[in-house]
DNA sequence: CCGATTCTGTACCGGACGTTCCACAACCTA
DNA sequence: TAGGTTGTGGAACGTCCGGTACAGAATCGG
């Protein structure tokens, strides 16, 4: 066989999940995962096989780990009439807690579809996809407070509030108070 | 006296502007905007002092071009009471439009809000005023539209709809129908 | 025409990046 | 214990980056 690793796979990963989380693709550099995840570029490279190697499995972590969880009360078998109301209540705490990676640093696959690693179309469909669970959730969560509303209706209003998550999501870094007010705007549509 | 310079200044700040505006400050090269504007580094350095000398123009030629223009019903003396239904109409023609700079790039100044050059708390500082602009206008747009609201419920109308457009501005390049659907709630909402 | 001043092109600098190479250490099987 | 396989560390590679130094060309005032 050979040696075995002497590092933990998974912390390795939400190791170097926080370092993208925190810096964004590109400015993550070799040195900041090295240090971060206590490995040298070579165990890197022979895990990974390459930076990028390395970040998918980051983003698997960060939708495993940081946004499904979050999001199971609207993807649950029955889903509760007031789940949207927690869930956009429990994203507001998350973004404007001091200190916490969200409120400091947005959503890892947002921001990636920013920068130039959003060129590549493999991450633009993963951003595309987590939009869309997203979506669906909300979607759930709309339809089981206002099941009377007609679906076009419930479209509309998942829309908007999608969109006015993705939109605190995104400017959270540069204007947390705006990602606030943008998350109590969702919630007051979803109320109405 | 000495030597003129043998190029428009604004002509190269347009074309360093589209080359910010395509590519995003860190990933627009030297050599990028050398070929862009025609002008060598000496030419650049001493006409603008450094890469971000010319950002920096290229900067206010987009506020004063292209997103203040499009702005104008709303910041008028007199603002109509369908003149924000036709900016976001307006905008949402700019983002659908193929070929479009607002369409394959967005925004400029929202795009730049992500990267690291908005770790500059100057460029921080113009993003926050460009947002505070179009919430402004946003803003009047809602007076205009509902004068017997309430203030507090035209404060929460405006901040919904300048969520949205900032979000349909900074999902256009990965998501150009999530961006429509986001204007067209933005829409909704105003005329609701 | 002369000299000062200003613009422009070329070559170069130091540094950072992601990646690769190679020698060696550790562990398995036989 | 020997041989093959796999993990690890460190040095090196080629490339690109923003910025600078310098020499020359162009245009001014006198």
Redesign the interface.
Known sequence: MGRAPTFDAAAVVRAARDVFWAH?Y??ASLPDLESATGLSRSSIYHAFGSKRGLFDAAVTSYLDDVTRPRLRPLTAEHVAPDALAAYLSSLRDALTAAGSPAAAHGCLLL?A????V?HDPAV?AT??AY?DELRAGIGRGVAARHPDLPAAEQD?LA??CT??V???L??V???PD?AA??L??AT??AAA
Do not use: I
Request: a neutral charge; proline letters at 3%; zero cysteines.
């Open positions: 964004g590109e400015e921001n579809s920013g920068a130039p959003a633009r951003v595309a939009r509309r829309e908007a969109a006015l993705v939109a605190a995104l400017v870094r540069v204007d705006a007010r943008s109590d705007a007051g549509l």
